[in-house]
């Protein structure tokens, strides 16, 4: 029988202790990783508890989009929906659903979200969806986004257009209430100039009101009316090449 080589021996039990001490670690990782919370459905008061952090959900209105959010998991109602955290969020505070253009977000009944006049608006983001919702340009213009809260708010209601030829989608943007967007409708309805009619829609309040073409020109070109009328200024405009993926 051959000796037993005192080196190989001690090397195999250092490999076996390095592979075990690496499972452990992967073990311990596995264990730290938590399970989604389970969310409690009330029908009739229309809402989801979190039993275990003491969280009353509620739905929140389509209006409100979130810019980014988690790839984890973090709630669950049955097997149907799951719920991520909104970066920026407390997670006892708001959670989306997954969103690709559609989904929905549940905010903590104690701390509801703000009316697009409460929002405190500082920027608008004017995108149009195709195959992807494509970021046109970024409205900073501080009269030109109080102008857009004031008429969306106390504006002349009207009906909402049967005929619309042209579709954009508003976000407005807030420093206070950053992570989120607050998403209107943008609706050109006939010809292009002052003979169009211009709307704007909340579709989660469902209220519609007319706007100027004043403005109308604000939003698609940045600038006055004078520059939508001139098709050479305007093509000479730069657009923001930014692409916003729909799973923000």
Request: hydrophobic share 35%; net charge negative; charged share 25%.
């Amino acid at each position: 029988m051959k000796p037993i080589n005192k080196q190989k021996l001690l090397c195999a039990f250092l490999a076996l202790g390095v592979l075990s001490a690496a499972a452990c670690v992967l073990n311990a990782c596995k264990e730290k990783e938590p399970s989604p919370i389970k969310l409690v459905y009330d029908k009739e008061q229309q809402k989801l508890t979190d039993e275990e952090n003491g969280v009353v959900y509620r739905f929140a209105s389509v209006s409100y989009e979130p810019m980014e959010y988690r790839t984890a998991p973090y709630a669950m109602w049955g097997e149907a929906l799951t719920f991520y955290e909104v970066v920026g969020w407390d997670a006892k505070k708001l959670l989306t659903e997954e969103f690709s253009g559609i989904g929905g977000m549940i905010y903590a009944e104690d701390a509801p979200l703000p009316t697009l006049d409460q929002m405190q608006a500082t920027e608008i983001h004017i995108c149009q969806k195709t195959t992807q919702t494509v970021c046109l340009y970024e409205i900073e213009d501080k009269e030109t986004v109080a102008r857009a809260v004031d008429y969306m708010v106390n504006g002349e209601e009207t009906l909402y257009p049967p005929e619309i030829t042209e579709t954009y989608q508003m976000k407005f943007v807030s420093d206070t209430y950053a992570g989120i967007y607050y998403n209107t409708v943008f609706l050109r309805c006939g010809a292009e100039g002052e003979s169009g009619s211009y709307y704007l829609y909340d579709r989660g309040t469902k209220r519609c009101v007319a706007i100027p073409y004043d403005l109308f020109g604000r939003f698609i070109y940045g600038e006055s009316s004078d520059t939508a009328n001139n098709t050479d200024t305007a093509s000479d405009t730069s657009l923001v090449t930014e692409i916003i993926s729909d799973t923000q």
